[in-house]
Nanobody, 122 residues
């Protein structure tokens, strides 16, 4: 059974930083694509970042490029999202997701975590 468990969310002031973690289990993720998504109240869920586990290739939404960094630790089967220079508009529930490697990286994920709340105060 695939499990993705996020942690690291919280309340931070604008300009601050947080690091989210996603512990993955129940599947061989070495050929998967791992993604982070977020959903703010009243808005649709949106793509934030993704990494191809095997090659380490990363992808970012324009809104977070230069501020967020996605990475993975093979030994720990964990994916991270380092978030710097946070803005109030980054406030959302952040979800970790996984899918078999594919060309499309911003949608159609098969497995999802339960989400972790990130709140950025102004």
């Amino acid at each position: 059974q695939v499990q993705l468990v996020e942690s690291g969310g919280g309340l931070v002031q604008a300009g601050g930083s947080l690091r989210l973690s996603c512990a993955a289990s129940g599947r061989t993720f070495s050929r998967d694509t791992m993604g982070w998504f977020r959903q703010a109240p009243g808005k649709e869920r949106e793509f934030v970042a993704a990494v191809r586990w095997s090659a380490g290739t990363t992808y970012y939404a324009d809104s977070v490029k230069g501020r967020f960094t996605i990475s993975r630790d093979n030994a720990k089967n964990t994916v991270y999202l380092q978030m710097n220079s946070l803005k109030p508009e980054d406030t959302a529930v952040y979800y970790c997701a996984a899918k078999a490697a594919a060309v499309i990286i911003h949608k159609d994920y098969d497995y999802w975590g339960q989400g972790t709340q990130v709140t950025v105060s102004s």
